[in-house]
């Protein structure tokens, strides 16, 4: 269940409650019951009226109905503000509160069936717009006006964008750059990195892809091929049995060996609900790969003597052998028309 307000306005809680006994219950504002009770698996749905009540005193209402005012509570400490749980605590003073952030991420990391394949749909329709909004622009655009044919592609396909990076000109070195007016000079290399939530399913995607107005230079080609030999290497040792920071150490590897300055702290993530599920694909991270894991591989390189930023992104499926690409791999730089 997707519930705009926890995105936008996230003082606005909603709360879910799993027992150890498996109870579930749904704590929501009561202007989101209409969506909880059209959306959710759980049935158990409960409201509080937004300033009439905290919704901390409602969840630990709910934690007492339950049989948990002395209980062990788990929590997600990443997302639940400070504040909030001294007044869940203040509330429930017999109870003891443990963050429980590594327990539920591991839950999220290998996903079912039906969670690949709408991560799937969500990455090829993503690609898919990003591609045609580049190679179908008009020759003298301006970023903002592919950006646009950009997100139009996105959402005509039923995803809601939920980030638009389109990096260029003099920011093209930004982390999250967005378009403007400015019209885009021939030779010049563009970077992207687009994703949005596929409103049948509420699975993410996230895509990364660079691209050159006209024809690209031997050199920008040259970096391009390279930083893809890199992409495939990681997505190709990603078996289970290997560790996720042995993913970072290929691509570590695969930049010396292109003799590429390497400067990422990680080198990807897990995809899924949220945008950067776990594992977190950096060099300290030493969690098993498994079978069901949806992983995204992002290679990013700058060239500072060019003033360039190449970044690349897709999704992998890990299955019992090979992975499996939900989305293919970019074998060049896409070409806008100058």
Known sequence: CYLLTQTVIPERHAYVLLTADGRQSYLVCNIEERSARSEATIEDIRTYVEFAEKPEAAAATL??????????????????????????????????????????????MVKNEAEVAAIETAGRLTQAAIVDGLTGAAPGSSELAVANRILKGIMDAGIVPMFNVFAAGDKLLQAHAEADNRVMQPGEIVRLDMGGRMSSSNYLSDMAR???????????AATYA?????????????????????????CATGFARHNLPFQMPHIGHGMGIGLHEAPMIHP???????P?????????????????????????????SAPRYPTTPQPTLITIPA
Not at 69 to 78: N, P, Q, S, T, V
Not at 79 to 85: C, V, Y
Not at 210 to 218: F, I, L, N
């Open 63 to 108: 934690l007492r109905e339950q049989g948990l005012a002395g209980g062990r509570i788990g929590y997600e400490a990443h997302t639940l503000p400070a504040g909030s749980l001294a007044r869940l605590q203040a509330g429930l003073p017999d109870a003891t509160f443990i963050p429980w952030d590594t327990q539920f991420a591991a839950t999220l």
């Open 210 to 220: 660079t691209a050159v107005v006209g024809a690209a230079s031997p050199a920008q």
């Open 226 to 250: 390279a930083l893809l030999d890199i992409q495939l290497s990681v997505m190709d040792a990603a078996r289970p049995g290997r560790t996720i920071a042995s993913l970072f150490e290929v």
């Open 284 to 290: 300290a991270n030493q969690t098993v790969i498994e």
């Open 292 to 320: 069901g894991m949806v992983l995204n591989i992002e290679p990013l390189v700058i060239i500072p003597e060019r003033g360039e930023c190449y970044h690349t992104e897709d999704l992998l499926v890990v299955t019992d």
